[in-house]
């Protein structure tokens, strides 16, 4: 047991390092491709290697009450959560979708708190929720003559609907049991929501011929792919079966000052005092809705 806490720890510490960059990298793919188009791509790749791996390792399928929790995983973490953020990023910049997604580990507390049968919202968890509202407003300061942009506003829905999915999918999966190795579990959720991306991608017609991309889309692809979904998303979901959501989501802290200057170095995007005191009060705002969490104990 002490063995795979420790290994969920590291899990964690993969994703909290690495996982910001994906901002960056899916800003970059989607210059030269449909983001949805990308986000197919990189999970069917990823999931059709993992599965097959598993299935010629003579892994059987799961099947009844297996099968559904692993898919509802899948449409919540991948689907939903990584399909609206990639999308997302076609109309914001990768810096400020990753600050919105730093309200994930608040949601995901007040999701638990919702499951939980015992745990109550303290004086200390609005005010954490006060400060998280305070350092969005501070942050959009700078964006409030775009309110009237309709693709501006497309973004940050998108992102906060991404939040959301991703949020509500931990807790769920948190308090699945299942009698399937994690990893087979993960390329199943990444080959089934990446099949249906796809889909809706050919149905659409937004969609590339991959042989005609420049390098640099390939590039971008291919570091989503082995990095965002082979190494972390694997890593996430190996961390949330063996540690508690709440600790988890400590990683949402670090992935936005990943993507804050990632996205400053590489892409130019702004980045400015408005952004950094914003950020800074939002993280703490989730701090604190963290802390009295844990402090009961649940």
């Given amino acids: 047991m002490k063995k795979e806490i420790l290994a969920g720890y590291v899990a964690l510490a993969i994703v909290s390092l690495f996982w910001g960059t994906s901002y960056t990298a899916s800003k970059i793919g989607n210059t030269y491709m449909p983001a949805i188009f990308l986000a197919g791509v990189r999970l069917f ?20 009450d297996n099968l559904k929790k692993v898919f509802f995983q899948g449409m919540l973490l991948l689907f939903l959560g990584n399909g609206l953020v990639t999308w997302a990023l076609e109309f914001i910049s990768s810096g400020l979708a990753a600050i919105i997604a730093a309200l994930t580990p608040l949601f995901i507390a007040l999701f638990s ?3 939980s049968k015992s745990a109550k919202v303290s004086v200390w968890m609005f005010a954490g929720l006060a400060l998280g509202l305070a350092g969005v407003c501070i942050i959009f300061y700078d964006y409030l003559g775009q309110f009237g942009n309709r693709s501006f506003m497309t973004g940050i829905s998108m992102s906060l609907l991404s939040v959301l999915a991703w949020s509500f999918g931990s807790v769920y999966s948190s308090r699945q049991k299942l009698s399937l190795n994690i990893l087979f579990s993960v390329g199943l959720q990444m080959f089934m929501s990446g099949t249906l991306l796809l889909g809706i991608c050919f149905i659409s017609g937004k969609y590339v011929n991959l ?19 082979f190494l972390c998303y694997s890593a996430y979901v190996f961390a949330i079966s063996k540690l508690p959501p709440t600790l988890v989501s400590v990683y949402a802290y670090i992935n936005p000052v990943v993507a804050i200057l990632l996205g400053w170095i590489l892409l130019k995007e702004k980045m400015n005092a408005h952004m950094l005191l914003g950020t800074v009060i939002i993280l703490y705002g989730v701090y604190l809705v963290n802390r009295e969490y844990n402090k009961q104990g649940i």
């Fill in 45 to 64: 790749v990823a999931g059709l290697i993992m599965t097959a791996f598993f299935l010629c390792k003579k892994y059987q399928l799961p099947s009844g």
């Fill in 113 to 115: 708190i919702f499951f």
């Fill in 211 to 229: 042989i005609h991309a420049p390098a640099a889309g390939w590039y971008a692809l291919l570091y989503l792919i082995v990095i965002g979904s």
